[in-house]
């Protein structure tokens, strides 16, 4: 674990509930190839899952829904993580007089769909974070679970490294039909890219994107989200 202040912390996200599918079908993928025979099914499906794999770390986003678990060491009534500082008006932009709120943990993971628990270790016992203290933003990038209005975060948790553990769902929708149709384009493409050249490996290793079809790249480069 680095040494770093609370905002550069390379803190852990787990999947405790991977995707529950892919964003594009077998059969769509199929239709898309004009493949009738079932005889590369198998290899189809493998092509899907790389260049989903490929596509959500190329755009740093998730597809299908899944939740993650990450873990906090404090809760800061004073420091938040994301855009904003204590008591600033993410709508002016400028310092509330005697206001709390506001305040709390930037969720690197997108696009978010909602937190499901905070729960934080009081006595070495997990204790619940009521959901009426915070509420979450929806961002095109990284989302923040932030305090509302005259509202602070627990001051009574134990003093130790990953005291706060925050469960949360991110994804575009739980099947192919609620995928964004860069994504499925995208995913398609490249799919048809792969098929056509497989058994050549001189894309393997590529993360720039500069072997992907044009095409796909551009849709991606227009999604992306960049290093902030």
Same mark, same amino acid.
């Given at each position: 674990?680095?040494?770093? /202040?609370? *905002?550069?912390?390379?803190?852990?996200?787990?999947?405790?509930? /991977? /995707?529950?599918?892919?964003?594009?079908?077998?059969?769509?993928?199929?239709?898309?190839?004009?493949?009738?025979?079932?005889?590369?099914?198998?290899?189809? &499906?493998?092509?899907?899952?790389?260049?989903?794999?490929y596509a959500e770390g190329f755009t740093r986003r998730d597809f299908i829904t899944r939740e993650y678990e990450t873990f906090r060491d404090f809760f800061s009534n004073s420091v938040s993580e994301g855009y904003y500082t204590f008591g600033e008006n993410p709508v002016l932009g400028a310092?509330? #007089?005697?206001? &709390?709120? !506001?305040? @709390?943990? *930037?969720?690197?993971?997108?696009?978010?769909? &909602?937190?499901?628990?905070?729960?934080?270790?009081?006595? %070495? #016992?997990?204790?619940?974070?009521?959901?009426?203290?915070?509420? %979450?933003?929806?961002?095109?990038?990284?989302?923040? #679970?932030?305090?509302?209005?005259?509202?602070?975060?627990?001051?009574?948790?134990?003093?130790?490294?990953?005291?706060?553990?925050?469960?949360?769902?991110?994804?575009?929708?739980?099947?192919? &039909?609620?995928?964004?149709?860069?994504?499925? *384009? @995208?995913?398609?493409?490249?799919?048809? !890219?792969?098929?056509?050249?497989?058994?050549?490996?001189?894309?393997?290793?590529?993360?720039? @994107?500069?072997?992907?079809?044009?095409?796909?790249?551009?849709?991606?480069?227009?999604?992306?989200? *960049?290093?902030?």
């Amino acid at each position: 674990m680095r040494a770093a /202040p609370p *905002e550069r912390r390379a803190y852990t996200y787990t999947v405790t509930v /991977p /995707p529950a599918g892919l964003p594009v079908l077998l059969a769509t993928a199929k239709n898309y190839l004009k493949v009738t025979s079932g005889a590369d099914d198998a290899l189809i &499906t493998i092509l899907i899952g790389a260049a989903t794999g490929y596509a959500e770390g190329f755009t740093r986003r998730d597809f299908i829904t899944r939740e993650y678990e990450t873990f906090r060491d404090f809760f800061s009534n004073s420091v938040s993580e994301g855009y904003y500082t204590f008591g600033e008006n993410p709508v002016l932009g400028a310092a509330l #007089v005697n206001d &709390t709120g !506001n305040v @709390g943990f *930037e969720l690197r993971r997108s696009p978010l769909q &909602t937190v499901e628990t905070i729960t934080y270790l009081l006595n %070495n #016992v997990l204790k619940p974070v009521f959901a009426s203290t915070f509420y %979450n933003t929806i961002e095109t990038d990284y989302s923040e #679970v932030l305090t509302v209005d005259n509202a602070s975060w627990p001051d009574d948790a134990d003093r130790r490294l990953q005291s706060i553990t925050i469960t949360f769902k991110t994804g575009f929708g739980d099947s192919d &039909t609620d995928m964004p149709s860069w994504v499925t *384009e @995208g995913i398609l493409q490249h799919v048809a !890219n792969m098929y056509r050249n497989r058994g050549d490996c001189s894309a393997c290793g590529d993360t720039t @994107g500069a072997l992907l079809p044009l095409t796909a790249k551009l849709l991606y480069l227009q999604n992306r989200i *960049e290093n902030i």
